[in-house]
């Protein structure tokens, strides 16, 4: 939206972002990029000091390498998400649609505060387990949320009973 593009990576230089940033009438400082990196709860984005960069950790909406590692995942992960997807879901499983991967989180907590982003929700569990011991790979993003191509259904139960 701001005209910038970032490398193969998914980085961005800071230089430019600030660039960017002004050329679009927002007056952003590098002190505002490095609060706003600190202060972001979920911890979306990491700045490289020594080369001056900056990038999502994970969720973009373009092709990137992010460089992960595949990881073995605990044995249970957790997705949370509108109960108006669920039929669906049961159907044909988890999919990244427009994202890089499938976001998963190591506990109920954050998979209720992500579903609840949208109203109301149901929280699925994943049997990470067996999906890894059927060969699907798992890795881990800088800011610990799970990622995955796809969660095939049979890998899925409601942890929520969903309303009526």
């Given at each position: ?53 900056i990038r999502a950790n994970q969720g973009h909406s373009i092709d990137v390498d992010l460089g992960l590692l595949p990881a073995r995942p605990p ?6 998400t509108p109960i108006r997807n669920l039929s669906s879901i049961l159907i044909e499983g988890l999919t990244r649609q427009s994202r890089h991967a ?63």
């Amino acid at each position: 939206a701001i005209g910038v593009t970032l490398d193969d990576g998914g980085w961005l230089p800071i230089p430019d972002l600030l660039a960017a940033l002004s050329a679009s009438g927002h007056s952003v400082s590098r002190s505002d990029v490095a609060r706003i990196v600190a202060a972001n709860d979920k911890q979306r984005f990491s700045i490289d000091a020594v080369h001056d960069r900056i990038r999502a950790n994970q969720g973009h909406s373009i092709d990137v390498d992010l460089g992960l590692l595949p990881a073995r995942p605990p044995s249970v992960l957790y997705h949370g998400t509108p109960i108006r997807n669920l039929s669906s879901i049961l159907i044909e499983g988890l999919t990244r649609q427009s994202r890089h991967a499938v976001h998963l989180s190591s506990d109920i907590a954050t998979a209720h505060k992500v579903g609840a982003r949208r109203g109301e929700h149901v929280v699925l569990c994943v049997d990470a387990a067996a999906m890894h011991s059927a060969g699907l790979a798992f890795a881990i993003s800088a800011n610990g949320v799970w990622l995955t191509e796809t969660v095939p259904p049979r890998y899925l139960t409601v942890l929520d009973d969903p309303p009526g």
